[in-house]
């Protein structure tokens, strides 16, 4: 398989077996620089050089240049080049983001970010699929290595586990619960990965489940995963989902997707959760969202992980549903989120001499910085996880939250 990546815009990213050697960091030149970096960092209580866990130890003379003048894009290439190390990436972030140093640097490439979503719609049915080949299809085996034995790629629930598997198990259950899914029913999986909400439901509630997704792999393993069952995959995107309204189901359910769906489509989105689901159904969403809707996506998760995606505010969700749907239930867990990576990296670290020569060093650290930096995120709480429960006209009674 071809595993190199390319950039949100297209262009070829630069090649992750071939990482640079730091160069030899001769500071004299850029002494101003440095000095503007630790002190921003002091205000996080991270030092350069420190010897804590969560220090930033700087290996290339212009790293603090680098920063500077490009932010969250110039903090992830390069640490991705071997420019700087942290023991605890993770907590690095953690407290740059509880600090908000990251409205202090690199602002430009920030707001360059935000005008490409206003002027252009990143998420266009022509751009949609750009997701599926640059992260999904990586490797139904690499993903295997670093998830759970559900192959579930969205946070899990740990209000009561203990492990990754009893937490994700925890999260389908709870989903299903929350679904009122009964034996006879039909399900709609938008956006469903390899299956594993689906095969839970066929298994545990039995239910009839039909699967859209972006990526060849997923579809293609995913559908070996589910033999004997009653679940469909479709390679095919939302927008062109029952067009004509004569496909209804019970229930619906949208996991860790919308996330890629952008602010220019939400409404369309909607429309085809509302002409799919039955006046008495059910739609949960389960989704990453943002504190302010006005904040852009991270120039550095947009070029290396996630091209065109775009965290929604629980404000944009509302906009968007409130002409056919009445929202019922909103289930924020977003600190599990901080867990689940945690264990996701501890899985992918224990398994990457099994990756190193397939992918190379350079995509390690790359994907070492995604899973961490992400961590930190939800740690310092500037992201969220949503499950919004919602119904075409409002349940008979009120809906109840299973406990």
């Known amino acids: 398989m071809d595993t190199k990546l390319t950039t949100a815009t297209g262009r070829p990213a630069a090649d992750h077996r071939d990482t640079p050697a730091a160069a030899p960091c001769s500071r004299a030149a850029h002494e101003p620089a440095l000095r503007a970096i630790a002190e921003l960092l002091a205000g996080a209580d991270i030092e350069v050089d420190g010897k804590r866990p969560w220090d930033m130890v700087i290996r290339h003379s212009q790293t603090a240049e680098r920063i500077l003048a490009r932010g969250s894009l110039g903090l992830g290439e390069s640490y991705m080049e071997g420019w700087w190390d942290c023991a605890r990436l993770d907590e690095f972030i953690a407290r740059v983001l509880s600090a908000r140093l990251d409205e202090k640097v690199g602002t430009g490439a920030l707001r360059v970010q935000g005008l490409r979503a206003r002027l252009f719609n990143l998420q266009s049915l022509r751009r949609s699929w750009q ?24 946070c899990g629930y740990w209000a009561d586990a203990a492990t990754l598997e009893q937490a994700q198990t925890a999260k389908l259950d709870l989903i299903c619960r929350k679904l009122g899914l009964a034996p006879g029913m039909r399900l709609l999986d938008i956006g469903c990965g390899w299956g594993s909400l689906m095969k839970f439901a066929a298994e545990h509630y039995g239910v009839e489940c039909v699967g859209l997704t972006i990526s060849r792999e997923q579809a293609e393993h995913g559908q070996g995963r589910c033999a004997g069952l009653p679940v469909a995959f479709r390679l095919q995107d939302y927008r062109q989902f029952n067009r004509g309204g004569n496909e209804r189901f019970d229930r619906i359910a949208s996991i860790g997707m919308f996330e890629h769906v952008g602010a220019k489509n939400h409404g369309a989105f909607f429309e085809v959760v509302r002409r799919s689901v039955k006046d008495d159904g059910l739609f949960l969403l389960h989704t990453i969202g943002k504190n302010l809707r006005r904040t852009p996506t991270d120039p550095w998760i947009d070029r290396y992980i996630f091209p065109n995606g775009d965290l929604p505010s629980l404000g944009q969700i509302a906009d968007a549903a409130e002409d056919g749907f009445i929202i019922e239930d909103v289930h924020n867990f977003g600190a599990d989120y901080d867990r689940t990576l945690m264990a996701w990296h501890a899985r992918f670290e224990a398994a990457w001499p099994r990756f190193a020569a397939r992918y190379g060093e350079r995509f390690h650290r790359m994907w070492r910085y995604y899973l961490l930096a992400c961590a930190g995120t939800f740690r310092a709480r500037s992201n969220q996880l949503w499950q919004i429960v919602m119904s075409p006209h409002g349940v008979a009674g009120g809906y109840r939250r299973p406990e």
Do not use: K, P
């Open 131 to 154: 997701v599926g080949t640059l992260h999904y299809d990586l490797g139904n085996d690499f993903f295997e290595a670093m998830l759970d034995g559900h192959l579930a790629y969205t």
